[in-house]
């Protein structure tokens, strides 16, 4: 993730996208929450971010509003691990409630809107409105795919992860020839 946050620092566009939002008192807060292992819950929303901003631009979408609200998508405070005050299961509830803080410190538009409540589809049964909130899907599950990879990788369940699938492979691989 180091080489993405050298990228991040020096795009000058997406950062004044995003500039009041990442500097505002209770954005910094997810610093405070651990989200994919060594991964912070701001991390994890900035990677995200500069994923959807870089791939929406791209493809000509609205990438300001994506960025913004990627970086908004889990606004939610509080350590997902402990169910304390709240209730569901936190990948079901988590976007609601990070819309709601949303709201209370931002003016969203309806994009940013739908990308922040629907951003858990397809676990999350409300169907995307625009491309740009399926674009944040697909970016977030890459996202803590590669940072729980990263923080795994030195701990012997990854090891372990390894040497399963090597032999689920190799028993594929050798059924096909039967």
């Known amino acids: ?5 050298e990228k991040i620092n020096n795009d000058k566009v997406f950062d004044e996208i995003i500039y009041n939002i990442k500097i505002n008192n209770t ?8 989200q994919h292992y060594n991964t912070s819950c701001y991390e994890h929303c900035l990677y995200v971010s500069y994923y959807t901003y870089l791939i929406c631009k791209k493809f000509r979408l609205d990438y300001i509003s994506a960025a913004r609200a990627a970086m908004l998508h889990d606004l939610f ?3 997902w691990r402990k169910k304390q005050n709240r209730k569901g299961f936190h990948a079901f509830t988590h976007p609601k409630c990070a819309l709601d ?5 931002f003016e969203l538009n309806d994009i940013e809107k739908d990308v922040i409540l629907k951003h858990m589809w ?3 049964f409300a169907l995307p409105k625009y491309k ?5 899907t697909l970016t977030d599950k890459f996202s803590a795919i590669v940072e729980t990879l990263e ?4 701990t012997n369940a990854y090891r372990k992860m390894f040497r399963y699938a090597y032999m689920i ?7 096909y020839f039967l």
């Open 77 to 79: 405070l509080y350590d």
């Open 1 to 5: 993730m180091f080489k993405i946050l």
């Open 151 to 154: 923080g795994l990788e030195n």
């Open 132 to 136: 740009e909130s399926y674009i944040i």
């Open 122 to 124: 397809p676990l999350a």
């Open 101 to 105: 803080n949303a709201l209370k410190l």
């Open 27 to 34: 954005v910094l807060q997810m610093k405070n929450f651990r």
């Open 169 to 175: 492979l190799g028993f594929c691989t050798f059924s």
